[in-house]
């Protein structure tokens, strides 16, 4: 367990009695990571303790502990959790029954007959199961149509036999899904009303409850999903609650949602389905604070660990939103930070190909073994080690955590590659250098899908980079992709927690509002957006946000007559036409998609308001405490073909304004940022350093 | 290459222009076929028209014959192929699929040289012909199923040729949403062409086609070391289409695989000749199915480009259902296809038996349900597909009601919310075909159940699909899937809307007549005998089988509580293997064919015992050899207990004279 303020450790006799802390904690599949600001001292304080199987609030509170701060001083807690993702990967959650219309209880199984998940010439492909067994996923004569009208009602339906099967299986949640609901949410309500008086205590949802919108493969699917997982998560959060006010946090405790704003524990509780992103979102949430403090509005943000990479496309400061999801093999129709993940990290393994190719990853050496370098036993090559390799690495010094790289193992690694791929005589710094490239294409790859795919060109975005293996690899995929302007955060490693200590609350609201733009009146879609801008303000107002802290989005999906995918359009409450939005639309579609059609009517599908309770946005101060140079040593490293005699600072030491050329390497706690050749590097007021590509030819 | 990982670099840069390729079309396409359903593909090609990249998303069907159709534009035009020149074409008899499915070229350059094609394969929804949608079983010859492009090119050093569009789009149902096709396909090859373009300059052209050709080599290694690791000889497999439309006997499809060394000949000699309706596909198509189920069986993880294919060798004799010419109707590709998709799994589930898989549902399974509205003017058309369930294999139940895996993965039905608001239809079921399945020690998937009541005064239905009356296959010993049905329940009547089962062509509706979709469930592997009397019972808990079922196919008896009842189930298992017939196997000088149809003269008492009469599909089989089907004539001039067969289904069955065959009979119905 170690305990840093700034970068340094600090001991028993610095401990401080300050009044004002703000906390964002997040937990990892191997550390949890804790950030506070100390609003009176104005500096942050850090911490990273092992994370707990099957007990994330133990983490928490050591996270807390180890800060060494008075509990009762703390004035705000925002969590990122990943309880609800590992219990759905670990199929760890609550036995689950459904409720559904009579003729409908395999869409669960059956869904639009897509695997959803790979299988292309895969003989062997076995789809994942329904989350809900088909011997408890019952029916009721109950029938709404599509406008609405109720056929049957729910009224005179005996639900004693459901409930007698339901407790014979001893089951602990239950989804009430009914086909139409959507329009008409009566028999949802009055199924759950029932089954509540019957089923005393346990967990009941419905499928409008969680989504109001057309689909019900997506939206039965969200509503069990949220069934699935609620139970345990009820638990977590009761115990965590509990332990924390025994230990005098008197503060409101947040968790993160997906949407990348912040939940109260009361709609966490109902809204399990709006936590699969809860840690990384976090980051992203940071990324955006510390850009904006860095005065880039657009940007990609670049999250890089040890086994995956996250990416996030920021426009004018704006994270995209994705509303159609899936996690796994189950469609999950809420809306969520677009995030794109891909298998590579730091530790992701690389391998040869049986046709004698080279291959990085999905496989990771994860903590144990560990890359090879690790000396911990592990022999396969990993990003790691050829970073390693490639001089980019200390082999020397002791990496923070006590941990001290072999060169040789890591070479031998890369050697016993180089046999397999044929090439026995291969350089292996080469070879390293070599794999480098294929993991920075795949990452690039995965910064496409979130821009060249969402209608974004990336070279119009500044990239973030962070997370324990970002800053070493940002600059490499930057200039794969063109981009010339990187930024790497201060605390590069704990940009997750930053984002969660600074999170404001969101909520998403939907109408299934629609029509074309010829024919509709602008003042009924303004009357429309107003109906749902009062719901999301009395929302707000309820957890403490007055109109002074209450900001709203408005966006119309648009589509032209005929088309079926939508593009989203912000919309403006002055306008007095529809034509700024169609203008808007014609503008995007084009440059999206090569062309515009605008002899064509386009149409309204939904419209959409997010409403933002703005938590007060503190002043941080990322002010260094070390002095010194900044210029640690010079050490061999390999760039563009050659080694190179490379600077190595100490981010500790550099102070606003400072200034260097790459190639340069920037050690820190938490991450080591690697400057290739052509970036020419700032330390910006805010902290960040402010990387541009000078092509000097 | 010197450069280490520039192959790699290069290849996964090649497969990300298919990926944002995917991605445009799919965002900016006007047709629910695309949108929802996924029906277009994506691949890059070489100058001379060998396929290098497309990603895991695209389609078999689409894809692996569009070589075919850009070497015959290739020869069409020669030097004559400039920049800003754009490409159409969909001649089945030129390497297309079906009409609908149109190809656009678009040719990429790099120092005033062609060195690559960016190639969209895309389902239009309609392209002219007799009927909507333009695929229809009652089409005799290819004028009535649409436009047929040859090699054409439609826009020529960027000048677009407008009057050229004009006449092809104003020949199709709804020109406007033709036009949007168009435009989607265009804009996404531009995208592609500039894509491409900085790959050029940032790798060097030379570089880049060197790295092309590395890339189809390794792949192309690797298909050959694989082919070189299987047992030399011949394989042989023998199936059905049940009928062409117009008339209701079957037609054959014959293979023998060869192999050699690491090559693979496959020759389609015996196959049925053309037919007069729509089951008929154009040369393209053979390496489809070789291709697609080649990949599965030997090398499913590298990517896929045409490498892969080079080791293969085709023979398909031209008048035939696979080699069909002009002017014979190519509407129904996807039956022939499934057909051949059969015969490739066949042979080569006996050249690498640890890959053997239950068959599928055969055929598209194209459903229309239309009519007019109630209440405002128009007609409406709900497009269907379903899935049905997908073969078992060692190991490996199969799944349900779900793409297999020799397809692309696209939706195959419409959400049942958006079919209530869009159409007057009502969906009162959409469920698991209970009992579908092909039993075996791992069974097939299950198929669909899905029945839509019309809530309006007239409509009508039309089918175009297979295995209705001669179902999916099972392998080494287990049964066959369930067939597909698609019916029509007027009040309590089930009505046969057509005389020929599956090809059904604008069959009245009336107001609240269900349509009833019932597809096919997935062949089975293994003996359902030797299934673990435990999945049995949880199969009967999950409501996927009965335990009528468990009882009589699986020899597995339950108790009262559902579990299983390990004494009476091993007296059951013993009653029901004694139980099975067997007959021993002699030569006779030559096969017995009635048309294009196998018949098995076999003992009267026997075939009486297995519950079949004469002109009965039945089958046999040897141990856990592949199986061959025919039709009992009966015949006791040999005795009680022996069959006389050809030469050719000694080879089809893998066996000898002398041997002891199992017969059956074909279930098409599952069993309540």
């Not at chain 1, 804790?34 to 996270?63: H, I, M, N, T």
Request: hydrophobic share 40%.
């Amino acid at each position: 367990m170690s305990r840093t303020v700034g970068l340094s450790v600090v001991g028993e006799e610095d401990r401080v009695t300050v009044q004002n802390y703000l906390v964002g904690i997040d937990v990892g599949g191997t550390f949890t990571d804790v950030l506070c600001y100390d609003l009176a001292e104005e500096r942050f304080l850090s911490a990273k303790v092992p994370s707990l199987p099957g007990e994330q609030w133990r983490g928490v509170l050591d996270a807390l502990e180890a800060l060494g701060i008075k509990h009762g001083a703390i004035v705000a807690f925002v969590h990122g959790t990943t309880i609800a993702t590992n219990a759905l990967l670990e199929r760890k959650g609550a036995k689950t029954g459904l409720v559904t219309t009579e003729g409908f209880r395999d869409v669960l199984e059956i869904g639009k007959c897509r695997r959803l998940i790979g299988g292309l010439f895969n003989i062997k492909f076995v789809r994942p199961a329904p989350l809900v067994s088909r011997d408890i996923r019952l029916e009721v004569p109950e029938r709404i149509t599509a406008d609405g009208e109720i056929l049957r009602p729910v009224a005179g339906i005996d639900f004693s036999e459901v409930v007698e099967k339901f407790n014979a299986e001893e089951v602990e949640a239950v989804a009430v899904c009914f086909l139409n609901s959507y329009v008409n949410e009566e028999n949802e309500r009055a199924a759950e009303a029932a089954l509540s008086k019957l089923m005393n205590g346990t967990h009941i949802c419905t499928s409008s409850g969680v989504v109001r919108e057309r689909g019900e493969f997506e939206r039965f699917s969200t509503a069990v999903l949220n069934a699935y997982l609620t139970p345990n998560f009820i638990d977590y959060l009761d115990t965590l609650a509990n332990e924390l006010e025994g230990r005098g946090v008197s503060a409101p405790v947040n968790i993160m949602g997906s949407n990348g704003g912040a939940m109260t524990l009361e709609k966490a509780r109902e809204f399990v389905a709006n936590t699969f992103l809860s840690g990384p979102v976090g980051g992203v949430s940071g990324a955006v604070r510390v850009s904006e403090l860095a005065d880039q509005h657009n940007v990609i943000t670049f999250d890089m660990g040890g086994t995956s990479t996250d990416v996030a496309l920021v426009s004018d400061l704006s994270p995209r939103i994705s509303h159609a999801n899936q996690i796994d093999a189950y469609p999950l129709q809420v809306p969520q930070l677009d995030m794109h993940s891909i298998g590579a990290g730091g530790g992701s393994i690389i391998w040869v190909r049986p046709d004698g190719t080279l291959e990085v990853g999905p496989q990771s050496a994860g903590a144990v073994p560990g890359p090879a370098c690790y000396q911990r036993g592990g022999t396969d090559p990993t990003i790691s080690d050829a970073n390693l390799l490639m001089g980019r690495l200390p082999t020397e010094r002791k990496l923070s955590g006590g941990l001290v790289l072999s060169y040789e193992l890591a070479k031998k690694a890369f050697e016993d590659v180089a046999e397999k791929l044929g090439a026995a005589d291969a350089d292996p710094v080469r070879l390293a250098d070599s794999v480098l490239r294929i993991a920075v294409a795949k990452m690039a790859g995965a910064v496409r899908e979130v821009s060249v795919h969402r209608g974004y060109d990336p070279r119009d975005f500044t990239m973030v980079g962070f997370g324990g293996a970002g800053p070493m690899h940002v600059f490499l995929v930057a200039e794969e992709l063109g981009i010339t302007n990187v930024i790497v955060p201060r605390f590069p490693g704990h940009l997750s927690a930053l984002g969660q200590l600074l999170a404001d609350q969101r909520r998403d609201y939907a109408d299934p509002f629609k029509g074309r733009l010829r024919e509709i009146d602008p003042n009924e879609l303004r009357d429309r957006f107003e109906a749902l801008r009062k719901t999301g303000a009395s929302e707000l107002d309820g957890n403490g946000f007055g109109p002074d802290r209450q900001e709203f989005e408005y966006v119309c999906d648009i589509r032209y007559v005929g088309q079926s995918f939508t593009l989203r359009i912000p919309w403006r409450p002055d306008w007095t036409s529809n034509e700024p939005l169609r203008d808007a639309f014609n503008e995007r579609h084009e440059r999206t998609f090569g062309y515009a059609d605008e002899e064509n009517d386009a149409e309204i599908t939904t419209i959409r308001l997010t409403a933002t309770g703005v938590v007060d946005k503190t002043e941080l101060s990322f002010e260094p405490e070390s002095t010194g140079d900044p210029l640690l040593e010079k050490r061999r490293a390999w760039f563009n073909g050659e080694w190179i005699d490379c600077p190595i600072y100490d981010r500790a030491c550099m102070r606003s304004g400072y200034e260097f050329a790459g190639p340069g390497i920037v050690e820190e706690a938490g991450g080591t940022s690697i400057v290739p050749p052509g970036w020419h590097v700032r330390l910006h007021d805010s902290g960040a350093l402010v990387c541009e590509y000078r092509d000097e030819g | 290459m010197d450069q280490l990982g520039l192959l790699e670099l290069i290849r996964e840069a090649l497969i990300a222009v298919v990926h944002e390729m995917r991605a445009n079309v799919i965002h900016s396409s006007y047709s629910s076929v695309i949108y929802e359903g996924h029906d277009f593909s994506c691949a890059l090609l070489t100058a001379d028209g060998r396929h290098v990249a497309q990603s895991d998303g695209d389609t078999p069907i689409h894809i692996i014959a569009v070589p075919y159709s850009t070497r015959v534009v290739i020869e069409t035009f020669e030097d004559d192929i400039h920049e800003g020149d754009v490409f159409l074409h969909n001649d089945p008899y030129t390497g297309g699929t079906h009409l609908n499915d149109i190809l656009m070229l678009h040719p990429v350059f790099s120092g005033g040289k062609l060195v690559l094609f960016a190639a969209i394969r895309y389902h239009w929804a309609d392209v002219g012909g007799m009927t909507a949608g333009s695929l229809s079983g009652q089409a005799r010859e290819i004028y009535q199923e649409g436009m047929r492009i040859t090699p054409t090119r439609i826009c020529e050093k960027g000048e677009m040729n407008e009057t050229f569009l004009r006449l092809l789009v104003e020949n199709m149902r709804l020109p406007a949403e033709r036009m949007g096709d168009f435009n989607a396909m265009h804009g996404t090859g531009r995208k592609a062409e500039e894509h491409v373009q900085r790959l050029l300059g940032r790798f060097g052209a030379d570089n880049l086609l060197e790295a092309v050709e590395e890339i189809l080599q390794r792949s192309e290694d690797v298909m050959r070391r694989r082919i070189r690791e299987l047992e030399d000889g011949d394989y042989y497999a023998e199936g059905y289409i049940e009928s062409d439309g117009v008339s209701s006997a079957p037609l054959v499809g014959r293979l023998k695989l060869t192999i050699e060394g690491e090559e693979m000949i496959a020759d389609f000699s015996g196959t049925s000749a053309q037919a007069a309706g729509p089951t008929n596909v154009g040369p393209s198509m053979t390496l489809t199915s070789l291709g697609a189920i080649t990949k599965a069986f030997l090398d499913p993880h590298t990517p896929i480009n045409h490498g892969s294919f080079e080791p293969i060798t085709i023979i398909a004799p031209e008048g035939t259902i696979v080699n069909a010419r002009h002017p014979a109707p190519c509407g129904g590709m996807v039956e022939v296809k499934a057909l051949m998709d059969t015969l490739v799994a066949t042979v080569l589930g006996q050249a690498v038996p640890e890959m053997k898989v239950g068959d599928l549902k055969g055929g598209a399974n194209h459903i229309y349900t239309t009519g007019r509205y109630p209440d405002r003017d128009g007609i409406f058309i709900l497009y269907e597909w379903p899935s049905g369930g997908t073969g078992a294999s060692d190991g490996v139940d199969g799944n349900n009601c779900v793409r297999q895996y020799n397809e692309g993965d696209f939706n195959s039905i419409h959400a049942i919310e958006v079919v209530e608001s869009q159409y007057p239809l009502r969906v009162e079921r959409s469920e698991l075909r209970v009992g579908s399945c092909g039993d075996g020690k791992f069974r097939g998937g299950l198929g669909l159940r899905r029945d839509l009541r019309l809530l309006t005064p007239s409509g009508a239905l039309s089918v175009l699909t297979d295995k209705c009356t001669i179902p999916p296959i099972g392998v080494h010993g287990a049964a066959n899937g369930a067939a597909n049905n698609f019916v029509v329940v007027r009040g309590d009547e089930i009505v046969q809307p057509s005389p020929i089962p599956g090809k059904v062509s604008g069959f009245p509706l009336r107001e609240g007549d269900i349509v009833r979709y019932e597809s096919a469930g997935g062949g089975g592997y293994g003996d359902p005998l030797e299934r673990d009397p435990r999945q049995v019972a949880r199969d009967v808990r999950l409501g996927y089988i009965t335990a009528h079922i468990a009882d009589i196919r699986y020899g597995v008896v339950l108790d009262g509580g559902g579990a299983v009842d390990d004494a009476a189930t091993s007296r059951r298992r013993k009653e029901l293997r004694d139980a099975r017939l067997h007959l021993t196997l002699e030569a006779a000088n030559e096969d017995h064919y009635a048309e294009d149809r196998r018949i098995f003269q076999m003992p009267s008492a026997i075939a009486k015992r297995a519950g079949a009469a004469e002109g009965d599909l039945v089958e046999i089989f040897a141990g856990t050899g592949p199986l061959v089907r025919g039709w009992v004539e009966l015949d006791d001039s040999n005795g009680e207990s022996a069959m006389r067969i050809g030469p050719d289904a000694f080879h089809l069955l893998a066996a000898v004279p002398g041997d002891s065959v199992e017969i059956r009979p074909v279930c098409r119905e599952p069993l309540a």
